[in-house]
């Protein structure tokens, strides 16, 4: 039995004259130095990942030291040759007799609280679980803010909130139904949003710090942005008649809960770079654009006006 594998994603390419090389997850080749050993210590490499061992531990002698740069970069998983694990017979229940069991996902210790439209939320909850998350209950976590800061775990100096709200909408946002919600990020939770206006979804990004992007900061840069931003305004406050349709298919929806769960296994691994890009789906060809956006910094009230003191009178007429 190997006792080393692979990790996920990564790949081992023999390029003729050149020798072997690593494709790493992001898709970045590099040489392998077998140090001196040529051919014999690139194959004994690849007859340990493939299982083939001869030594102890079924690892194939020489493949040591390359096993452990290997271990220590991260490209293997599996046990040590240099404490290889006691034989045990092999059983029905043995991890010996089927592949490795898949450790903690991604969002273990988290809870993420789904409000919305099923259309949207039921595949993004399926991800969720998938992923070792906790989805919370209809009334588990619900606005007001007090609701949302679990005993021991928000708002403590130095720590990171594990709870995050997503709201997805098949329809536009009924107006100030978010003015609440862009309150999270300041209570140490995680904000996540998406909506539909008519053949066009919109994610916006994550917020999980006071300084990120809003509800309210989408709002205002869209109005900037565009020429008919009196018009916008008005059909967020609501059209005098709309044809609602054609709304999610099974696959914009699938395809929506997929962007969402990458921004929420983003914020579970700590990487911010997704917190400033809204994104719009067109439903009829599936189209994703990105778009950077900025928070709108607060704007200092204007002065009081000064009143001119009145003119002195004279003293003598």
Known sequence: ??????????????????GLAVRTPDGEFLRVDTGGTGGTGESALLAAVAGDGAGAGGVPP??????????????????????????APAGPDSAASGPAQPGPGRLAGH????????????PLGRCVRAEGGDVLPPGTVLLPL?????????GSPGRTGRTAVVWCLDSPVPPRLWDE?????????????????GAQAWLEPLAATPGDVTSAHIRLRRLAATPAHRELAAYWAGPAAENTGPGHTTASAALTAGLLMADLLAWASGRTGARRRLRRLDLRDLT??????????????????RTAPAPAQGAGG
């Open 1 to 18: 039995m190997s006792t080393a594998r692979l990790a996920p994603g990564v790949a081992l390419v023999s390029v003729p004259g050149r």
């Open 111 to 122: 809870r993420v609280q789904l409000l919305g439209d099923p259309v949207l939320v039921e």
């Open 181 to 197: 919600a862009d309150r999270l990020p300041a209570q140490g939770v995680a904000w996540l949003r998406c909506h539909r206006e």
């Open 288 to 305: 994703v654009t990105e778009h950077p956006v900025l928070p709108v910094p607060e704007v200092a009230p204007l002065p009081a006006p």
């Open 62 to 87: 020489g493949s040591g030291p390359l096993l452990d740069a290997f271990r220590d970069a991260g490209y293997l998983t599996g046990p040590a040759e240099s404490a290889p694990a006691e034989s």
């Open 146 to 154: 007090g609701d949302l800061r679990p005993p021991g775990d928000l």
